[in-house]
């Protein structure tokens, strides 16, 4: 099929499983050759990392039509879920559409679907987001991410390791990762409920479902 025939609704959008490993080194290629364009650097990813997200279930890619009758369907898109600081934060990372499918919403589709994978996998999780790309903040806040300060944001030294091989790290180091050149941005989940609860009822709630016992109370 020819990419002028390539309309919106012919674009699969799956969460990723084993079967997608053989796109590994395209998307690879493609996330490379994106940040060339944009002249900013970009967390290293091996083959073996993003083929590990398809096996657990954290990576959504998005396919197009083979170009010939019995071809092989062709990457369009992708991108990937992390958890950090023991699963009280989450990114969706490594958002890519390639060049040939862009303009068609299916950065928007795939966005959409990681959000819901990284809800609900992890519904306590506050999810964030740190990127310099005005698509990405333009969806972000349609998903009610709101924007904050570095502060906000997991101390997790392996997530801060993924901004070493970006051109604007010295920028970072010298500010005490307190500010660079992207914009944080947070979805809280308790900001989107109505009341707060309080801690003592919810340390209730958990003992009644037996998430914690009173020891395990008093220990943490
Ligand atoms: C950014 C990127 C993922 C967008 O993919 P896409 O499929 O063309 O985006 P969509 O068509 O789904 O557009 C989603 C929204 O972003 C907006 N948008 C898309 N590209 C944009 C751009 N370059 N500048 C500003 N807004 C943009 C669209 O208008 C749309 O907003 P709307 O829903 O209000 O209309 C794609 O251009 C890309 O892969 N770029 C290189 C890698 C990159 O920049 N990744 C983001 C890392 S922060």
């Known amino acids: 099929m020819d990419n002028k025939d390539i309309t919106a609704e012919s674009i699969q959008i799956l969460v990723a499983d084993e079967s997608h490993e053989r796109y590994v080194d395209t998307i690879l290629h493609t996330i490379e050759e994106a940040a060339k364009v944009r002249g900013t650097g970009i967390a290293k990813r091996t083959h073996e990392y993003l083929a590990n997200k398809m096996f657990e279930a954290k990576a959504v890619i998005a396919l197009a039509p083979p170009a010939e009758p019995g071809g092989d369907m062709r990457f369009a898109g992708f991108s990937y879920i992390e958890t950090w600081g023991n699963k009280q934060y989450v990114t969706t990372s490594g958002l890519i559409v390639h060049p040939d499918f862009r303009g ?15 809800r609900t996998r992890w519904p306590h999780a506050k999810i964030f987001s740190l990127t310099s790309g005005k698509a990405v903040m333009k969806m972000n806040t349609q998903l009610g991410y709101q924007p904050v300060t570095f502060d906000d944001l997991t101390d997790d030294e392996a997530f801060w390791k993924g901004c070493e091989g970006c051109v604007n790290i010295n920028v970072l ?3 005490n ?6 914009t944080a941005m947070l979805f809280d989940p308790e900001e989107h409920l109505p009341a707060k609860i309080p801690q003592n009822v919810l340390d209730r709630i958990n003992r ?5 016992t009173n020891s395990q109370e008093l220990r943490d």
């Open 173 to 175: 180091r010298e500010r």
């Open 104 to 118: 068609l919403g299916i950065a928007k589709r795939i966005k959409d679907m990681t959000f819901s994978l990284a």
């Open 177 to 182: 990762r307190k500010f660079c050149i992207c």
């Open 208 to 212: 009644l479902e037996g998430r914690i």
